[in-house]
């Protein structure tokens, strides 16, 4: 076990050196050298220009560069924001919580309709609910999310009036960030209606970022179970008397869960990649849009920086799978 | 996915493989169906010109946002309506599809040849080539890969082009990935150790004796690459990162519907409504295929 986990955390090491090397020559692969960027439509005088270029290192040679440049990560430092004259580190974990509370919610939403609905489905295979989940699941999965949340809004917001429209909680309320999670601190805060707000500015975010995984874990928790239920021990099982439940709740989804949690795993990108959409659609201040609006405003840093932060977090996730995963399944290590 | 055991009739010669293929693929009803979506995509793609009953950037000013025909205020001239500038949403949809049957040949050729290539040579170099290949791909799959797509594109500036560009490099790793697995699992065979004894040379061996026994995983890759594509370039599209306005893509038009979302619903839900169903015929599709092809997943 101890050798899989350094073989598996040595893989990581060139990964993320890789990663830090794309960030890098991201600012430099841009038309015109960054100074000219960073100036925008004022442009600056050769004197400035200068004084810039030995402030901002870009006088050394690019090696040197690239050096300093993993000094600063090493060290949290992640540059400023051109527009914000902010920290990017700071920015980001300003920022991070609203993502993070949407993509947990997300992935609840997901797991929640997307286990049963799988395993209902595997039980009742080839019968009328079988199709009708899966079919359902298959349209899911063929979504274009930017669209089903405009239909969401026209619907629910729009023409039932249920939900509002944009942003985490009604400009009526305000309480210090404590956790930085709406939910938490809106009920921490004890101001009457706040939780309902923060709550209902949740509905459609979560739906439509869930959608994709949802149907992911559904049609995933299907094959697995389908798999799982043909075996001997299940046979086995059936024939001791147990009950329908005791065998399709514990014994199966028991080991058709492995492959599930991996899938769960590995939609961190998935969930990464369509919260740039879902929050740019609902004006969800979270890294997503945060993203979308720095690569408008041609705030390079930014994206620079967040570019990193987003990879590497994707990477510790899917390392943290792989290894679960060994954990679990032996099989995996001895490769 | 109904599981009808039919029993086959001693047959004199095997059949084609092309007959073997139909015969599996024809079994899976929603995977003909969405084949037959497909092929009207197609057919209207190479139409457009002729069937749209107007120019689908021609605005006509007398006709801002008028509903489909079947509601008040519409007209049978334009069925589907028009947009806020007067265009016609029928004509509109039919150019899209061209835009996007496009998008996704193209995306699918570059990657899936570039990944072929780069997953046939880890396969067949030695192993540090092999090492640094798949880091790289590691690399490129550790950014979700619409944000990488968005990245690119700011570097190389928005435009069609440059989206499909950009979705091809971010699709390659799967191909790579692949195709480099297939042909691991194939380099131990037999038949390529006899191939390599009789003299074979190594572009031989990689293109002729194993690449086509690696295919059918990359056929239903390809097919459902086809799809994301489609859906990545909807998407960069509705960020104002893809196909500029006034170009009839189905998500640059959704870009453009927005902010009539709650007084015409029809220009927003009509585009979508395209994507959807063209995604949704393709993935369909790619469910048969890949029933059809791949032995192991058979009949499951």
Redesign the interface.
């Given at each position: 076990m101890l050798k899989y986990l350094a073989s598996r955390l040595l893989?990581f090491v060139?990964?993320f050196i890789?990663?830090t090397l794309?960030s890098f020559a991201?600012i430099r692969?841009?038309?015109g050298d960054p100074i000219t960027v960073m100036a925008g439509e004022r442009g600056v005088s050769p004197e400035r220009y200068q004084e810039l270029m030995v402030q901002l290192g870009f006088d050394q040679p690019v090696y040197v560069q690239y050096f300093e440049y993993l000094k600063g990560i090493v060290q949290g430092d992640l540059g400023m924001s051109f527009v914000t004259k902010k920290p990017v580190w700071d920015e980001f974990f300003a920022l991070f919580p609203a993502t993070l509370e949407l993509s947990l919610c997300a992935m609840i939403f997901a797991v929640g309709l997307g286990l049963p609905a799988g395993v209902i489905a595997a039980v009742n295979r080839?019968k009328f609910f079988d199709?009708a989940l899966m079919?359902t699941a298959?349209?899911g999965?063929?979504?274009?999310i930017?669209?089903?949340a405009?239909?969401l809004?026209?619907v629910v917001s729009?023409w039932l009036g249920l939900t509002p429209v944009s942003g985490r909680i009604s400009l009526m309320f305000y309480f210090p960030d404590t956790t930085g999670f709406m939910l938490i601190d809106s009920l921490l805060s004890g101001q009457k209606g706040a939780f309902s707000s923060a709550l209902s500015h949740l509905i459609l975010p979560t739906i439509v970022l869930g959608t994709i995984p949802l149907a992911v874990i559904a049609r995933q928790t299907r094959?697995a179970m389908?798999?799982v239920l043909s075996e001997d021990y299940i046979r086995t099982a059936r024939a001791k008397g147990l009950s329908p439940y005791g065998i399709n709740g514990i014994h199966a989804l028991r080991n058709a869960l492995i492959p599930v949690i991996t899938v769960i795993g590995l939609s961190v990108?998935?969930l990464?990649?369509?919260a740039?959409?879902t929050e740019?659609i609902f004006s969800w201040p979270g890294i997503g849009k945060w993203?979308?609006d720095s690569?408008?405003r041609r705030d390079y840093p930014v994206?620079q920086g967040g570019?990193l932060l987003?990879?590497?977090m994707?990477?510790i996730v899917?390392l943290t799978v792989d290894m679960l995963y060994g954990f679990i399944n032996p099989k995996i290590r001895k490769r | 996915m109904a599981d009808t055991v039919q029993q086959e009739p001693d047959m004199q010669a095997r059949p084609g493989r092309l007959t073997e293929f139909w015969h599996y693929f024809r079994e899976n009803r929603g995977a003909v169906f969405g084949l037959w979506v497909f092929a009207i995509f197609v057919a209207v793609a190479i139409l457009a010109d002729v069937i749209a009953p107007h120019d689908p950037t021609e605005q006509f000013r007398q006709h801002l946002l008028q509903p489909p025909f079947w509601q008040e205020g519409g007209t049978t001239a334009f069925l589907l309506g028009t947009d806020a500038v007067g265009r016609d949403m029928l004509s509109r949809l039919l150019h899209g599809a061209r835009y996007s049957f496009y998008v996704g040949i193209v995306v699918v050729a570059v990657a899936a040849s570039g990944g072929i290539l780069i997953g046939l040579i880890a396969g067949f170099a030695p192993k540090w080539v092999d090492t640094i290949i798949m880091r790289v791909m590691d690399i490129i799959l550790a950014f979700p890969s619409l944000l990488l797509a968005l990245v690119l594109v700011a570097i190389l500036g928005p435009s069609l082009t440059n989206a499909m560009i950009a979705i091809a490099i971010v699709l390659q790793p799967h191909y790579v990935r692949l195709t480099r697995a297939s042909v691991m699992s194939e380099l131990s065979k037999d038949y390529v150790t006899a191939s390599r004894t009789t003299g074979a040379g190594l572009a031989r061996l990689m293109f002729i004796t194993v690449l086509p026994n690696c295919m059918s995983p990359i056929i239903v890759q390809g097919a459902l690459s086809f799809s994301t594509a489609i859906l990545d370039a909807a998407a960069l599209g509705f960020l104002g990162m893809g196909a500029q306005p006034p170009t009839p893509e189905w998500g640059t038009m959704l870009a453009e519907a927005r902010e009539f979302i709650l007084r015409a619903w029809w220009v927003v839900t009509f585009p979508g409504l395209a994507i959807l169903i063209t995604v949704l015929a393709i993935n369909l599709m790619g469910d048969g295929l890949r029933d059809a092809l791949d032995p192991k997943l058979k009949r499951s």
């Open positions: 893989t060139p990964t890789g990663v794309i991201f692969m841009l038309p080839g199709r079919s298959l349209v999965y063929s979504m274009p930017f669209w089903w405009l239909l809004i026209i729009g094959s389908l798999e990108g998935t990464l990649a369509g740039i959409l740019t993203m979308v690569i408008f994206v570019l987003i990879a590497v994707v990477m899917n | -």
